[in-house]
């Protein structure tokens, strides 16, 4: 069983919503991802964070995408402005160190924009 | 920008037999191979890593790496249903910084009892 842990799950919103997730990586793994998971399987890196700190990421879609790491708090991946084009699996992985080592993924977050 | 291309799309073996996949990979300077598993309504969960060329073996997976060829490939040995899943290579751009990984779109095992 994952030991990183996504929650809600399933996230349902309409057009135009904000959409929220959440992400608590394993623990003493201070490097956490987020990718996106579209319907074709395809996977797209988001964003990256070692600590607080932003390691690398994509131009977040014009700005509706933020995303987090705060001290002692889980991770968070928020769409400001949900699009039907949002929707996929959103993945959250942690890894021990930003060099070459496995990721570890979550189940994800199922969002559907409506 | 690096490209991932994963065959077969999709694989039907009966049960106890061998599955092969297959991956190649754009970017010569390329370091560090991965596959991963995703059974239906999980995340990706890591088989193996090859970082040299030649064979790796792991129990009743082997992976195959060849640099020079672009290609890389996993064989799974004895297949079991509770195999089928999705398969997915990934790869490790060069000069990566924070372990960024690119992901082929994937192959459909499917394991007939």
């Known amino acids: 069983n994952s030991k990183v842990i996504q929650t809600p799950r399933y996230l349902v919103k309409g057009q135009g919503q904000k959409a929220k997730m959440r992400c608590i990586p394993e623990?003493?793994?201070?490097?956490v991802f987020w990718y996106q998971q579209n319907k074709n399987n395809e996977f797209k890196f988001l964003i990256n964070?070692?600590?607080?700190?932003?390691?690398?990421q994509i131009d977040m879609t014009e700005k509706r995408f933020s995303a987090e790491c705060p001290s002692n708090s889980p991770c968070s991946l928020e769409i400001q402005s949900s699009e039907a084009g949002d929707s996929a699996l959103y993945l959250c992985?942690?890894?021990?160190?930003?060099?070459?080592?496995?990721?570890?993924f979550g189940a994800g977050t199922r969002l559907s924009v409506l | 920008q690096q490209k991932v291309q994963q065959s077969p799309e999709s694989l039907i073996v009966p049960e106890g037999g061998m599955a092969s996949l297959n991956c190649t990979f754009s970017d010569r300077n390329s370091q560090y191979f991965w596959w991963y598993r995703q059974h239906s309504g999980e995340g990706p969960k890591a088989l193996m890593?090859?970082?040299?060329?030649g064979d790796k073996k792991e129990g009743r997976f082997t992976a195959h790496l060849n640099k020079a060829s672009l290609h890389v490939s996993l064989h799974i040995k004895d297949s079991q249903p509770s195999d089928s899943a999705l398969y997915f290579c990934?790869?490790?751009?060069?000069?990566?910084?924070?372990?960024?990984?690119?992901f082929g779109i994937g192959t459909l095992l499917s394991v007939k009892p």
């Open positions: 964070f070692q600590n607080q700190e932003v390691l690398q």
């Open positions: 623990k003493g793994h201070p490097v």
């Open positions: 990934a790869v490790s751009p060069f000069g990566s910084s924070g372990n960024k990984l690119i």
């Open positions: 890593s090859i970082f040299s060329n």
């Open positions: 992985a942690s890894t021990p160190t930003p060099s070459q080592n496995t990721l570890y």
